[in-house]
């Protein structure tokens, strides 16, 4: 206290130094806040009009989320899922590999009808083939929720629309002509497995005047095998020349045969219609009915290993 009373004129001053800094402080303004001056909106947020029964939310919310998962429908197998492009055409009319065991399915996605489609029949039945394959698998995935499975449902039974809201057309591709077999009129005998020097493109060989079976397998996506049109095997000498006119020129109509649940149509031939030492090159037409032009085959356009494939040689 002394020293207080014996230094006051100092302190004083010192006081009223204090009081004026304190003072300074108040008055200096506050920095700008820059998030002051956002404008918040005041609408509400946008609400997601996508229609969920549409292909675009079903992708959107399933298939690229739950099916497209690492190891699954990413790519390694079908259907595949990585796209809306890809999932779509991996789905609707697309012809199945895993069946059930009446072979009740043909497509995985037919328009209008969930209960022949098999990617609805996956998603609801426990034991298609095998015990816990519902999918998403039930052994290592969770199953869809009720209202995913419902907007599937209506998606198919509204007709598969694509993302523009199109019907799928029904495929109907040209017919598929397979392997064909050459054999004597025994049935003991395989004539096209005897080959030019061993060679399995090479035109087989025929004895001079002899008559043997030539069958030709032959499927269709929309027409049933016996009910195909125009089917005749025609010969020339010529690899691309099939023309009445052309040389060595034969046609011969086949009839229908079923064989091993496959189908076939068969032609009886004699080589003595042909040249000796010749090479014979034949090519199978037909037509499903709903083509303006016969499919063939072999075509002008395959390589020559097809053609002479298709060929027999009338030894001397």
């Not at 059930?100 to 996956?122: G, I």
């Not at 395989?190 to 090479?202: E, K, L, P, Q, T």
């Not at 037409?285 to 290993?305: A, K, L, V, Y």
Request: glycine content about 4%; aromatic content about 16%.
């Amino acid at each position: 206290m002394k020293f207080i009373k014996n230094n006051l004129p100092a302190v004083f001053s010192l006081f009223m130094i204090a009081i004026a800094l304190v003072g300074c402080y108040k008055d200096t303004p506050e920095p700008n806040n820059p998030y002051d001056d956002i404008d918040y909106p005041t609408t509400p947020a946008p609400v997601d009009t996508v229609d969920p029964a549409s292909f675009v939310a079903l992708h959107r919310n399933i298939f690229s989320t739950r099916c497209a998962v690492p190891g699954c429908h990413d790519g390694h197998f079908e259907p595949d899922f990585r796209t809306l492009q890809s999932a779509y055409s991996t789905l609707v009319y697309h012809p199945i590999i895993k069946n059930n065991a009446d072979s009740t399915f043909q497509f995985r996605v037919v328009p209008f009808n969930k209960d022949q489609s098999v990617l609805y029949e996956r998603l609801t039945n426990c034991c298609f083939v095998n015990q816990d394959d519902r999918m998403p698998q039930d052994n290592i995935g969770v199953p869809l929720e009720s209202n995913h499975i419902s907007n599937i449902a209506a998606w198919i039974d509204n007709g598969a629309r694509d993302i523009f809201g199109a019907l799928p057309t029904y495929p109907n591709q040209e017919p598929l002509i397979g392997f064909y077999i050459a054999f004597n009129t025994t049935y003991d005998s395989i004539y096209s497995n005897n080959r030019i020097d061993g060679v399995y493109y090479n035109p087989f060989i025929i004895g001079n005047n002899t008559s043997f079976y030539l069958a030709i397998e032959v499927s269709d996506d929309s027409t049933a095998g016996p009910n195909m049109q125009y089917n005749r095997f025609k010969m020339s000498y010529e690899p691309d020349n099939f023309s009445p006119s052309a040389p060595g020129y034969h046609e011969y109509p086949c009839t229908y045969l079923l064989n091993d649940n496959k189908d076939f149509y068969m032609t009886l031939i004699n080589s003595g219609d042909f040249d000796t030492d010749t090479t014979v090159y034949f090519r199978f037409f037909t037509n499903d009915g709903d083509h303006q032009q016969n499919t063939q085959f072999p075509r002008d356009e395959n390589i020559i290993q097809y053609k002479t494939f298709y060929s027999f040689y009338v030894t001397p």
